[in-house]
């Protein structure tokens, strides 16, 4: 006896109602997939900020600065380079790049702003920030040791001061030791990241010219760059164990935004999943439960043959079972489809709180997670219908089939 | 002859005290091995309710019940199953042929339900089919038959396990003459060929008359003793 061929038949006695349910289950899971394959495209994303931003793995010192302590300004980083040496060293590493952090007033003539600023090397600084910060109006060479030293300005705070390429600008700032610094500078270039707060206040400058300006060679911080970001913790803990009097992070333990914006879609995409789980749930109970209503003589007549109970439950999961590998693979190819769609129309969603600018849409596939959601969705189906077939033996036999 | 059958004032109400309907009363009979026991009534008179009992798909409300010398009356709802499953033959008015099983698959099902090995399955279900005239027709649905064709797949499914008791509820019912008479034939075939006995309930006069003996009901009681 073919029990598989039997569901099917009788799975095809009942077409319409049961093609309304697998629709209800394919579309379902193509949502969630979808939204699923956006939510990972965001948290990839993201973590891709966080660690080309602060680096795969980061040392500072938090000993507050003896005069400037709690201000932006941290230059407590001191012998940084015989790490760096050290850091080289490792296959591991691709980069290791100092930052040093400061705060004063930029001038253009009459003009002021406040500015927080990064001594970095700037030609790496630009290729570890790739696509997340973009460049305009860039003088060549820019950044190298000139007569006059360069700056390269967040675009809006360019705006402020109404200051374009090649413009000479005037830094202040206060040194550790107390003293007031001044220096002439060149705009060698602007920069955006889409972030406000970040283009209206910010400054780059070589990490020499922050040195004299400072007239310091500490830093705020050593940035380090991995090949394989899977080798951060070992890194961490490594230097951990072999600096002593400075703190080593990984980028996770820095990716405030990552966390707040994981646990938000998290929960988001998590009560998405649980409504529609309950749409399947209902869609399959309902179908379930009319197959028993209009199969109630037939369900009688196997009980009046002697057909145990759980022959009965068998048969009705096995149908059930079925729709569901035909919804969810119906559903699994349509969301391949729609997120190529979406891919290729390259679709900018609107900018997000905080940002001057949107962001294409990408959506990705990933089959693993369409396998185990698919999965979650075919367990809900069949505990549906387990729960919807138990009505199935308490069908009458002498009331069914009077 | 062996008592294969006995009912010994049996009685089945529905309802509470006060309100309760009474569909048997003190009913009495036996069925020897390879009878053929008729039992006729209008309707209403509480033949399928009889048929009911004693196919252990409905419990009696007083009396007992033997099939084989064992008391049957108030046995679990597992147990009934077993018995159904393993000696009784059902043969129902409208047939209630699987829908989504073919007729080999029909007829099969009463062994496949039993534990018989596959290969003795199909031998004796191709034996009933060419007995039957139902060869041609052995990969059909149910909904691809006549009447009589379904009928015939009914009393194969009924037979086929070669049951100690077949009940058989207005055979004849949803058949013309032809067919009525040709399932009869058909039936009384099997009882002499299987030794099976038969209880069947009917208002047609041509089954009645086809039978060994028989029993009328009128509004729950017997009427004529046998």
Same mark, same amino acid.
């Given at each position: 006896?073919?029990?598989?061929?039997?569901?099917?038949?009788?799975?095809?006695?009942?077409?319409?109602?049961?093609?309304?349910?697998?629709?209800?289950?394919?579309?379902?899971?193509?949502?969630?997939?979808?939204?699923?394959?956006?939510?990972?495209?965001?948290?990839?994303?993201?973590?891709?900020?966080?660690?080309?931003?602060?680096?795969?793995?980061?040392?500072?010192?938090?000993?507050?600065?003896?005069?400037?302590? &709690?201000?932006?300004?941290?230059?407590?980083?001191?012998?940084?380079?015989?790490?760096?040496?050290?850091?080289?060293?490792?296959? #591991?590493?691709?980069?290791?790049?100092?930052?040093?952090?400061?705060? &004063?007033?930029?001038?253009?003539?009459?003009?002021?702003?406040?500015?927080?600023?990064?001594?970095?090397?700037?030609?790496?600084?630009?290729?570890?920030?790739?696509?997340?910060?973009?460049?305009?109006?860039?003088?060549?060479?820019?950044?190298?040791?000139?007569?006059?030293?360069?700056?390269?300005?967040?675009?809006?705070?360019?705006?402020?001061?109404?200051?374009?390429?090649?413009?000479?600008?005037?830094?202040?700032? %206060? #040194?550790?030791?107390?003293?007031?610094?001044?220096?002439?500078?060149?705009?060698?270039?602007?920069?955006?990241?889409?972030?406000?707060?970040?283009?209206?206040?910010?400054?780059?400058?070589?990490?020499?010219?922050?040195?004299?300006?400072?007239?310091?060679?500490?830093?705020?911080?050593?940035?380090?760059?991995?090949?394989? #970001?899977?080798?951060?913790?070992?890194?961490?803990?490594?230097?951990?164990?072999?600096?002593?009097?400075?703190?080593?992070?990984?980028?996770?333990?820095?990716?405030?935004?990552?966390?707040?914006?994981?646990?938000?879609?998290?929960?988001?995409? &998590?009560?998405?999943?649980?409504?529609?789980?309950?749409?399947?749930?209902?869609?399959?109970?309902?179908?379930?439960?009319?197959?028993?209503?209009?199969? #109630?003589?037939?369900?009688?007549?196997?009980?009046?043959?002697?057909?145990?109970?759980?022959?009965?439950?068998?048969?009705?999961?096995?149908?059930?079972?079925?729709? &569901?590998?035909?919804?969810?693979?119906?559903?699994?190819?349509?969301?391949?489809?729609?997120?190529?769609?979406?891919?290729?129309?390259?679709?900018?969603?609107?900018?997000?709180?905080?940002?001057?600018?949107?962001?294409?849409?990408?959506?990705?596939?990933?089959?693993?997670?369409?396998?185990?959601?698919?999965?979650?969705?075919?367990?809900?189906?069949?505990?549906?219908?387990?729960?919807?077939?138990?009505?199935?033996?308490?069908?009458?036999?002498? %009331?069914?089939?009077? | 002859?062996?008592?294969?059958?006995?009912?010994?004032?049996?009685?089945?109400?529905?309802?509470?005290?006060?309100?309760?309907?009474?569909?048997?009363?003190?009913?009495?009979?036996?069925?020897?091995?390879?009878?053929?026991?008729?039992?006729?009534?209008?309707?209403?008179?509480?033949?399928?309710?009889?048929?009911?009992?004693? !196919?252990?798909?409905?419990?009696?409300?007083? !009396?007992?019940?033997?099939?084989?010398?064992?008391?049957?009356?108030?046995?679990?709802?597992?147990?009934?199953?077993?018995?159904?499953?393993?000696?009784?033959?059902?043969?129902?008015?409208?047939?209630?042929?699987?829908?989504?099983?073919?007729?080999?698959?029909?007829?099969?099902?009463?062994?496949?339900?039993?534990?018989?090995?596959?290969?003795?399955?199909?031998?004796?279900?191709?034996?009933?089919?060419?007995?039957?005239?139902?060869?041609?027709?052995?990969?059909?649905?149910?909904?691809?038959?006549?009447?009589?064709?379904?009928?015939?797949?009914?009393?194969?499914?009924?037979?086929?396990?070669?049951?100690?008791?077949?009940?058989?509820?207005?055979?004849?019912?949803?058949?013309?003459?032809?067919?009525?008479?040709?399932?009869?034939?058909?039936?009384?075939?099997?009882?002499?060929?299987?030794?099976?006995?038969?209880?069947?309930?009917?208002?047609?006069?041509?089954?009645?008359?086809?039978?060994?003996?028989?029993?009328?009901?009128?509004?729950?009681?017997?009427?004529?003793?046998?």
């Amino acid at each position: 006896m073919n029990w598989l061929l039997i569901a099917m038949r009788n799975i095809l006695r009942d077409a319409t109602r049961v093609t309304s349910t697998l629709l209800i289950i394919a579309v379902g899971l193509a949502a969630l997939l979808v939204g699923n394959g956006f939510m990972l495209s965001t948290y990839d994303s993201l973590q891709e900020i966080a660690m080309r931003t602060e680096g795969h793995v980061i040392i500072i010192d938090d000993n507050p600065d003896p005069v400037l302590g &709690g201000s932006h300004q941290q230059l407590t980083l001191s012998n940084w380079q015989a790490t760096q040496e050290m850091l080289w060293a490792d296959e #591991r590493v691709l980069r290791v790049l100092p930052r040093a952090r400061f705060e &004063g007033m930029i001038s253009k003539g009459n003009k002021s702003a406040v500015f927080f600023g990064s001594g970095v090397d700037p030609k790496e600084e630009f290729r570890v920030h790739g696509p997340f910060l973009r460049t305009s109006g860039l003088l060549d060479p820019w950044l190298t040791p000139q007569d006059t030293p360069d700056i390269m300005l967040g675009k809006q705070l360019a705006q402020t001061l109404g200051a374009v390429t090649g413009d000479l600008l005037t830094l202040q700032t %206060k #040194r550790s030791d107390g003293t007031s610094s001044e220096l002439v500078v060149r705009l060698a270039g602007l920069y955006y990241t889409g972030t406000p707060e970040i283009d209206n206040h910010t400054l780059m400058t070589s990490l020499t010219t922050a040195t004299t300006l400072l007239d310091s060679n500490n830093i705020s911080q050593l940035s380090i760059y991995l090949n394989q #970001r899977e080798d951060s913790i070992a890194i961490q803990q490594l230097l951990q164990e072999q600096l002593e009097g400075v703190t080593v992070q990984t980028w996770q333990q820095r990716a405030e935004l990552y966390h707040k914006v994981r646990s938000l879609y998290d929960r988001i995409f &998590g009560i998405m999943g649980l409504i529609i789980l309950i749409v399947v749930f209902l869609a399959v109970s309902n179908t379930i439960a009319l197959a028993i209503y209009q199969r #109630r003589e037939e369900i009688a007549t196997l009980s009046a043959l002697g057909t145990k109970p759980v022959r009965i439950y068998t048969n009705f999961i096995l149908e059930a079972c079925l729709i &569901g590998i035909a919804a969810t693979t119906i559903g699994m190819l349509l969301a391949y489809a729609i997120s190529n769609a979406v891919n290729l129309a390259e679709l900018m969603m609107p900018a997000p709180p905080g940002k001057t600018e949107g962001y294409p849409i990408f959506i990705y596939i990933s089959w693993p997670h369409y396998f185990i959601t698919s999965a979650v969705l075919i367990i809900t189906v069949v505990v549906a219908s387990f729960i919807a077939t138990r009505n199935a033996t308490r069908v009458s036999i002498v %009331k069914a089939l009077s | 002859m062996n008592t294969r059958l006995k009912l010994d004032a049996i009685s089945k109400r529905y309802g509470g005290d006060k309100n309760s309907i009474t569909a048997l009363q003190d009913i009495s009979f036996t069925l020897t091995e390879g009878e053929f026991l008729a039992i006729q009534g209008p309707s209403g008179s509480g033949k399928s309710t009889l048929l009911n009992i004693c !196919g252990l798909i409905d419990n009696p409300s007083d !009396g007992d019940y033997y099939l084989n010398g064992i008391s049957v009356a108030q046995l679990s709802i597992s147990e009934r199953c077993t018995y159904r499953r393993r000696d009784i033959g059902f043969i129902f008015q409208r047939h209630q042929l699987i829908p989504a099983m073919t007729v080999y698959e029909n007829i099969a099902y009463p062994l496949l339900l039993n534990g018989v090995q596959p290969k003795q399955i199909k031998h004796d279900v191709n034996q009933l089919l060419n007995t039957m005239g139902l060869e041609h027709r052995r990969k059909h649905l149910p909904k691809q038959l006549s009447g009589g064709e379904r009928q015939r797949v009914g009393v194969a499914r009924a037979l086929i396990k070669r049951p100690q008791l077949v009940i058989a509820d207005e055979p004849s019912a949803s058949l013309d003459h032809q067919h009525a008479h040709a399932g009869l034939q058909l039936m009384r075939e099997l009882n002499k060929q299987y030794g099976a006995s038969f209880l069947i309930a009917s208002h047609d006069a041509f089954v009645i008359d086809h039978c060994d003996r028989k029993i009328e009901l009128l509004d729950g009681q017997l009427k004529a003793s046998p």
